[in-house]
């Protein structure tokens, strides 16, 4: 053997410039390519180079009492003293001025009595609702940072008032994954074209990978087709498509076994096949009208009852996260008129909701959050209308928790005696994200995901689990 053909020449350390080019370039090419495919597929190379897909159902580090969560969210903010936190002081000192306070003290025009077994106080604007008390946990002592709409609303949604940061329902299909591969794991429904305050923030899913983003439909579409936009491929028909999707597992399959596996390749493809299997799923899902007609006329005939209706449907199909916006709540003028019809509207069908949970047996494996963005002040809006509302209050808000493993018949915390600062055990918006992934089975302080060389969480730097809610 000569010894010099292996020896290394200097001839062998030149390339020309088109080899520099072609070498390098493809290179760069492949990392343009996985920046255009996304950072989801980078899910399961964190995972040691599995090929399972990112959704792929999950069982929490500690013991969970929920599988899934039903968030219906009350946006525009609710008054505290006119729904679940009666204040009989604001009717001894109606129309006089309140320490500390500006405007003249209103006491709420609607009557409490006391529902279920627990004996809880529950205003009149909810006859339905309040037969469910005994269910619920009540939250009586929330406050919040800031009393605008948009950054609250968002702060509700995902813990941050600034930064884009991923929401409660991304996070917690990033913890779980999701129980129906055919379906997204986190659908948000909205009853009309409008956006809410904060629009796409409050679903997104910002640095978690792309698959945990919420997917947000508009329940008052027509069809399922108008409700999810190209739902359906209208140049080729399921047939084709499937052989489109089998010639695509096919190509894979010989570059596994010729080459190597590709971890994010393969997540890409099962993204691709939940989209092909959504077509028939989500069409099932969303069409209520399969539903018996006793049973719709439970939820009721009207939007938010058909919306309402069509997330039990979510639920029960291994939806991991359902969102239900319901707003309509800001109420700075004639709230003795405005406020009952509001409540009208989500009365009956949240009622039924939780009558249908309970009959399925899904409400003890379900968690059901209601409430809104902040509260309302105890004063008369300072516009002094004749028809008088109330204005924003980040100090003082309800919010009611039911379900699994929540403390059914509980009152917990207190605002003052007029209902305008919580005063006893005070829950921030952090504390409430944090209980609801304990629910989940999670320590919200190390559900983390490591973004720009920080560990971020849904918690940020704060939150304690509220024990007092824990069945």
Excluded: C
Excluded at 379 to 384: A, L, P
């Amino acid at each position: 053997m000569n010894i010099k053909e292996h020896q290394a020449r200097p001839e062998d350390f030149a390339i020309t410039r088109r080899q520099f080019l072609n070498r390098f370039g493809m290179g760069f090419g492949a990392l343009g390519l996985a920046g255009l495919l996304g950072p989801e597929l980078l899910t399961a190379s964190a995972r040691g180079g599995e090929s399972r897909s990112p959704l792929e159902p999950r069982n929490p580090p500690l013991p969970a009492r929920a599988k899934r969560v039903i968030h219906i969210f009350a946006q525009g903010a609710p008054s505290q003293v006119d729904t679940w936190d009666p204040k009989p002081a604001l009717l001894r000192h109606a129309g006089q001025a309140l320490p500390g306070m500006n405007g003249l003290a209103m006491p709420s025009p609607f009557k409490f009595e006391k529902k279920g077994q627990a004996g809880i106080e529950v205003s009149e604007v909810f006859p339905r609702l309040g037969e469910h008390v005994d269910e619920m946990a009540i939250i009586r002592s929330m406050y919040t940072d800031i009393p605008a709409h948009e950054v609250a609303t968002v702060m509700m949604n995902t813990g941050s008032l600034r930064l884009a940061k991923p929401s409660l329902g991304s996070w917690t299909v990033y913890g779980l994954g999701t129980e129906n591969q055919n379906m997204p794991g986190f659908i948000s429904l909205r009853p009309g074209g409008n956006l809410p305050p904060g629009g796409t923030q409050n679903w997104q899913a910002a640095f978690l990978p792309g698959v945990y983003q919420g997917t947000s439909v508009n329940t008052s579409a027509g069809s399922v087709e108008d409700m999810i936009q190209n739902i359906r491929n209208p140049y080729i028909s399921l047939r084709e498509q499937r052989r489109q999707l089998d010639l695509v597992h096919q190509l894979n399959e010989l570059h596994s076994q010729n080459l190597q596996k590709d971890a994010p390749l393969e997540a890409r493809i099962e993204a691709y096949e939940i989209a092909f299997k959504m077509q028939s799923a989500a069409t099932d899902a969303f069409d209520f009208q399969k539903e018996p007609p006793a049973m719709r006329a439970l939820y009721g005939d009207t939007p938010q009852g058909r919306q309402m209706l069509i997330a039990r449907r979510l639920l029960e199909r291994g939806v991991r996260f359902v969102q239900v916006w319901a707003g309509g709540w800001d109420h700075h003028n004639d709230i003795e008129r405005r406020l009952p019809q509001q409540a009208g509207e989500i009365d009956q069908p949240l009622g039924a909701l939780l009558t249908d949970l309970k009959q399925r047996g899904l409400l003890d494996s379900t968690l059901v959050v209601w409430g809104g963005e902040f509260g309302r002040t105890v004063t008369k809006d300072r516009n002094g209308n004749e028809n008088p509302g109330r204005d924003h209050n980040n100090k003082a808000f309800s919010t009611w928790l039911a379900g699994g493993g929540v403390k059914g018949g509980t009152i917990y915390g207190a605002t003052d005696e007029f209902g305008a600062r919580a005063v006893d055990q005070p829950v921030h918006v952090h504390d409430l994200h944090a209980t609801i992934l304990k629910l989940l089975g999670f320590d919200h302080t190390k559900l983390t995901y490591r973004y720009n060389g920080r560990d971020f969480r849904l918690t940020d730097v704060a939150g304690n689990v509220v024990a007092g809610v824990l069945a």
